[in-house]
């Protein structure tokens, strides 16, 4: 059953068990609507507790059912129901009430959660608006401002943090459900409150909406569902319940048949199902116990921290004892950093700082059941590295490279047992972006990939299967991207034209203010390596700025200027001066064409990438785009964006 009725005296508990989520299905939203008649009926009963079997309360709705006509009891209906019965109803949460669950829950009377619990209405995050009363109840409880950040951001909310707005009536320690009972049972003794729906709600003045507007738009770069909640806010303050749930539902109707929601859906599911790929699903993974780290600079620092967030302890090498006092003193940084934007508190960042142990010596990992290599992207320097990890690792030990463009095949040769060998592409900052690219070689097992894919689960991190080529996935992509863009400059399309229409487009910077950020220098000294190679690489206009030593903003200038101790972009009159024989006269582009240009030579390369075999599905390429190149989520990623779908 997936609803059931128990009996603890005059409370009744009724009890959801609807695996794995407990997602608000067809057949659950019934059975609850039957309970509530059932115990509307029942005169022994005088409260009611709601409660979820398994790992959390209701998480939302059912996947399963998006895209398709919507079968009665419909959600809002149901929670006016619970709203409405005879005997107050308390909810007692555990792990996530999101979306319609947390609209269940602001059906009940109370709320009641244990401390780890989450409460959100994440609707934005799929291009629409909570569509039970999320938008209307939601400033009943907790007030407007609180409401604002709850359903424009999508950003769940932990129990402490609910309990202070208003959203939570108790946090219980200890037994949920004893818990929960004994309160709603001690509510019978007071004077119970109004039901959501019937609270007054202050309303803001006009420049609270105007400042909201501006701060949401800002964040939310295109994506419209933001604005539209915000909206329905405001209604819900302005005006009554009624009017206001007409307006949620209307907006939430239009939503979601939107191009936008489509495309949140699209990544919702690539996202859903990238952790597990279908074909390991019968491959257990190894177990990570201990995991260590070659190299102790920006990248190394961030991946070690990303493993000590995910619980692991981590040794971390360098060549010398210099190196290792840096490497520590760039993971302190980190951890410090954390503790300033209220990430960790002090205590946090020394455990996590005192769980890795810093190195010179390789006898170091021999106990270690992942290696991760990430030192200077140079083939002979990672080589040798290699061949001291095969002499001090057990046999069975994962061991990765993190190279971004060097051919994984070649790092490992000959190195004993290379079934135990991966790529592992990480992006900078490591503890930060959620992208991993998973490169094996053709001899890695399917235990070690496994493996790699078992790891990106516990950094919570989104990882793609890629093949083997020059950039891979992501930096193959860029480099196309970088290349189209530098072309449009040569046909007389300003620089700071193109990088408008690309922010207008939904990224957060065009291609050459992020060029000047990450450093000109980086891509040009490939390029070289290339050259010396005997490779026929073709002169770039970034190549002709750095030759002067325009690098970007390290040193006051790359495709802009900067002012000293400025980062933002100024037009360069040397720029101009120096690129002025390599462009045509101006060509005339808008905004939105040049932004459709670009996408379009984006999603050209991702389809070669398909045609190679290097990437195994349109969802994976727009997976790395959105993770690792901030391309706007909200768009779905190149592919989908162009109709390269499948």
Known sequence: MTVTIARQGEIAVVTVD?????????????GLWDAADTLDADASVAAVVLVCAGRTFIAGADVTEFGKPPVPPHLPDLVARIEGAQKPWTAAIHGSALGGGLEVALGCRFRVAVPDASLGLPEVSLGIVPGAGGTVRTPRVVGVPAAVDLVTSGRPMRAAKAAEAGLVDAVIQGDLLEGAVTFARQALTRPLPEPASSRPVAAPEAEFWAEQEKAVAKVAKGAAAPLRALACLRKAAEAGFAEAMAFERETFLELRGSDQAAALRHVFFAERAAPRPAALRDVEPLPLRRAAVIGGGTMGAGIAAALRDAGLPVVLVERDDEAVARGMANLRG???????????TEAQAAARLAGVAGTTDYAALADADLVIEAVFEEIGVKRAVFEQLARACGPDAVLATNTSYLDPRAIAEGLPNPGRFIGLHFFSPANVMKLLEIVPVPETSDRTLATGFALARALKKIPVRAGICEGFIGNRILKRYRAAAEALVRKGVPIAEIDAAMRGHGFAMGPFEAQDLGGLDIAFLQREGA???????????GDILVRVGRKGQKTGG?????????????????????????IAPGAAMSRDQIAQALVAEMAAEGQAILDEGIAQAPADIDLVEIHGYGFPRWRGGPMFATGIRG
């Open 18 to 30: 609807n695996p794995p989520v407990n997602a608000l299905s067809a057949a659950l939203r019934q």
């Open 531 to 541: 050259r010396a190679a005997g490779q026929d690489v073709a002169e770039t206009l």
């Open 334 to 344: 980190i951890f410090d950093g954390a503790v300033r934007r209220g990430k960790l």
């Open 558 to 582: 790359g495709w802009y200027d900067y002012a000293p101790g400025e980062r933002k972009p100024q037009p360069s009159a040397s720029v101009a001066e120096l690129l002025a024989r390599e």
